[in-house]
């Protein structure tokens, strides 16, 4: 138990997360899909834990700095879901990491593949996994050139386990479904590109939160989604979550009436500055639907409501960040409750960016 | 002396730092203004320190937390230049701040004077200074209604130091000089106010970066710019500042080519994702003029470059963020250098929203 802080904290209802993370694990298992749920979400070792307790084969994470710390917490999986570059002290970590954990890397291009089995090829037991792009055009070659970056990591030595994409172009109204189809379409050419080489790709991974439900579980054999934990404003307003489905919001006081808005202490060093070309606002407020956060500055956020009076200056109210992953990231600490109490969860892999 | 370590971090050029520092302090001196430089730009303490030596008579923080960190660090005169909505944990915490330092507080709306006078009046040596809007339209009362904030927090037993003005409005192309005429306007209104409460005010205090060189030197007692200290892209794209005084960069990898794009290993949680209406990108590259970072996400930016050759995979970049206080929030220390070598600072007060 622990007392309560002063405004602005982040807040995470336990039976919702509990929730959330039982109800995704079931569904895969269902489909004898594996669940490799995203860790750069929550960052936070505890809620690693239900994940796997619930299911999850192991963890994705985005960075070095994640896979160490979730290590350090006893996670015994995971895959580097990024196309490292990698220099003689990254080498080194991988090598330490590999040695606690089995440990799977992205590699993408040619140069990558080439640079990570000329640091590791032979010396370190590190899998990798070519990303291949399906629709987002961001990283990722082309899905029938998959092969080629396979081969040259297979010659320097490497164990090559399959292929990844990320649909993110998911994160568009009514792209979810199409995301999927997408993700499988890519999937499958890139194991066939990886066959073509002589590579027999044991793993065809994709997964993002707005296509998980659209994914084809007749190609995919693992899913990787990491917002689902918590959801936020931007899976509420792309119609992945409903409200009664948000795990985490931001505790927030009202400061001010100013200009006839709410003026609440939860700025982007709180919630994010992340704004999507179909977001509302920067945040929503569940209790106040059509409360619109309508400007963000570092530690105000100003609220728009829509026929109903302001909450009285110095009254709180619950925020939900538009990007989770963003909001975790800026804290130190969850505060995470149910009916029995409240802990303080640390967020343990925040910041470790490398 | 310390190992780079791998990307993406945050780099200071340690001798631009202090010519930044140099050149706000010496013209303030020379007009006789008061330096109060906002330190939530840097949450520093090694850079506060500096800002103190060059003359500064205190810091301006945001949060009681950021103010906790400053005095545990040696820092005697704080302003939390926030309408601050206390409760007694809050109060509690200002109070031992104020045994330490010579604390200041803003008071906005009559409830939050009120409010503060109900929990410190009396209490603790705390002096409150009346926020008004000066254009911005963000926080403030009105100017001419200070003087009812001031006499409510007098009347509870706080003494009033002055005014202040955010003119948070300089953030647009063309704007700066005009936001720092408004300031003055502002600033004079509200003083009047408080006299015409029998309240003398000693301080009238504004600034922001962009409206500094705009400041009405004859009205001002006291000003509060922040980012002057690094620099970032929104600075160079207001024409504040020129890349040659820009002195925190985050070092970066380019991990892939695809689209035809630089892919660099530094996203919104290295860079922050803020971007302003006028904002060419999220971010500019100081080696390259004519690139512009077209996309962020988490972990990965995508530069677009015109009519030059992408810098190989493997190699480093250095990107200026488009605002340098949500860069250095997310990051736990930075590497900062000279010719004679390199330092790590923890970023100390990181994080403390509250």
Known sequence: MAATPITPYLRVDLDVLRRNVRRVADWTRAHQVAL???AKTHKTPQIAAL???AGAVGLTVATIGEAEVFARHGVTDLLIAYPLWVDATAAARLGDLAARATLAVAVESTEGAANLGRHLGGVA???V????????HRTGCRPHEAGRSAAIAARAGLRVRGVMTFPGHSYSPGLGAAAGQDEATALAA???SLRGAGIEPRVLSGGSTPSLRGSRMDTVTELRPGVYVFGDAQQWELGTCGPEDIALTCRATVVSHAGGRLVLDAGSKALGADRAAYSSGWGRLPAHPTARVVSLSEHHALVQLRDE???PIGAQVDVVP???CAAVNLADELWVGDR?????????ARGRNA
Chains 1, 2 share one sequence.
């Open 125 to 127: 037991d590190v899998e």
């Open 190 to 192: 890139a194991a066939a």
């Open 309 to 311: 009076p302001l909450p």
């Open 129 to 136: 996994v070519v990303e291949v792009d399906s629709g987002q």
């Open 51 to 53: 994940q796997l307790a």
């Open 36 to 38: 490799r749920p995203h």
């Open 340 to 348: 029995t109490g409240t802990d303080r969860w640390a967020v343990a």
């Open 322 to 324: 538009n990007h989770v």
